[in-house]
């Protein structure tokens, strides 16, 4: 299976930085040949919510596919953040938090194997949980070569991302 990635490209970071400047909210590259969107409801405190999603470090006790993160910036995910993970056998792609509202929007990217990704999470809280929603772009030559099998282990990969996030947050974790 293709790893979950999270990139972005140097243009893709210029273009991040002046959304920054006029407070508008970065989102996906809607002309990407691979695009996912997904959303689950958990029934769990959306704060819980939050804190396991932005917790990079404790990704491996319930992603099975995250097999290593490091914070290379202490404290909560802001602008500017940065970690530095392993899944599915992709190691050490460098992922940037880009945008950040606290439990309700984040947004992060990092350079990984080629492949430009733009990956957004929102948190609506409900009356007995919250929705969690995610889109993902992918764009770059080995997306360009294999945009079928990707756009697949995309879907996949976010799918059991969501599923595996409301399992663990409606465990109580």
Do not use: C
């Amino acid at each position: 299976m293709v790893p979950l990635v999270h990139a972005a490209s140097g243009l893709l970071a210029a273009v991040i930085g002046a959304a920054h400047l006029d407070s508008q909210p970065v989102t996906i590259d809607e002309t990407a040949p691979v695009i996912t969107r997904d959303a689950i409801v958990i029934h769990a405190p959306a704060s819980r919510v939050w804190h396991i999603q932005t917790d990079v470090e404790g990704w491996p006790a319930w992603q099975p596919g995250v097999s290593s993160v490091a914070k290379k910036t202490k404290g909560a995910l802001r602008p500017g953040s940065s970690w530095v993970w392993s899944t599915e056998g992709l190691e050490n792609i460098t992922s940037t938090v880009e945008q950040v509202e606290r439990g309700r929007r984040i947004v992060w990217g990092g350079p990984a194997a080629g492949i430009t990704a733009v990956h957004v999470w929102t948190f609506e809280p409900t009356e007995d949980g919250v929705i969690v929603r995610t889109e993902e772009s992918w764009t770059g030559e080995p997306v360009d070569a294999n945009a079928e099998y990707l756009q697949e282990a995309l879907d996949a990969s976010l799918d059991h991302w969501l599923h595996n996030l409301k399992h663990r947050a409606e465990q109580g974790a």
